[in-house]
């Protein structure tokens, strides 16, 4: 589902930025990707829907710890800059092509994650050993097939490896995680590099047991439908 429009006339310096609260929500979660050590510097990128066709977008190579409301880049589908003075991260092919494929994902989060980062090298799946992985992601990780960074070639990649997942790594890159908002698309990038180290540790004391199939399902409707607080209940 899409955020819907607004405005703010009391936004930083007099200006009246669209899609405020949106703007503020990547912002928010860039510095917590940068604080949680998923992402170093300038690196990953964060987008969401505002519109139908309309989605909003870090700028390529600002700091997140600098960003504010109005460089946060709005961009259609096509691949137009419709509002923002500053370029769209070199990854918007990658986003758009997600968004296009995916209508039910509403938010896009690209990390740099160090254990996630170290499996997507190796391009080894991350297996489905992990209970809260399992629910949030849908089973294991798959690799995408490596492309060059910010080429069509790599957004049809991932978004084909995140058919039947809401997460997957990138061939010798990182970790893209997609969900209904910003801070559930985070969520499954810290997830995902919290199973990429458990499964890199398991290998010392063993080597890792996947969950049945059956058991995976089961979580994760769970999880889709029961999980957490829901409106209308008491």
Not at 101 to 123: I, L, T
Not at 219 to 228: E, F, L, Q, V
Request: one cysteine or more; charged letters at 20%.
């Amino acid at each position: 589902m899409a955020y819907e429009n607004n405005k703010d006339d009391d936004c930083r310096g007099g200006c009246d930025v669209e899609y405020i609260e949106q703007r503020k929500a990547i912002i928010a979660m860039g510095r917590q990707m940068i604080a949680a050590g998923l992402a170093v510097g300038t690196w990953g990128n964060i987008s969401c829907r505002v519109g139908a066709d309309l989605i909003a977008i870090t700028p390529s190579g600002v700091e997140y710890t600098s960003l504010q409301e109005q460089d946060i880049v709005v961009m259609s589908l096509d691949g137009q800059v419709v509002d923002g003075n500053l370029r769209p991260s070199t990854e918007h092919p990658l986003h758009r092509q997600i968004y296009r494929d995916r209508p039910d994902v509403a938010a896009v989060v690209h990390s740099h994650s160090v254990y996630a980062s170290a499996m997507a090298c190796a391009r080894k799946p991350i297996p489905a050993a992990v209970e809260d992985l399992v629910q949030i992601v849908g089973g294991d990780v798959p690799v995408a097939d490596y492309h060059l960074p910010g080429t069509q070639a790599l957004a049809t990649a991932v978004s084909a490896a995140l058919a039947r997942r809401d997460g997957v790594l990138l061939a010798n890159h990182g970790v893209v995680g997609v969900g209904a908002t910003v801070a559930e698309a985070l969520r499954v990038c810290a997830v995902i590099e919290k199973a990429a180290h458990i499964a890199i540790v398991a290998q010392a004391v063993g080597g890792v047991v996947e969950l049945e199939q059956a058991d995976i399902d089961a979580m994760r409707s769970y999880y889709k439908k029961n999980y957490g607080q829901r409106e209308g209940e008491d």
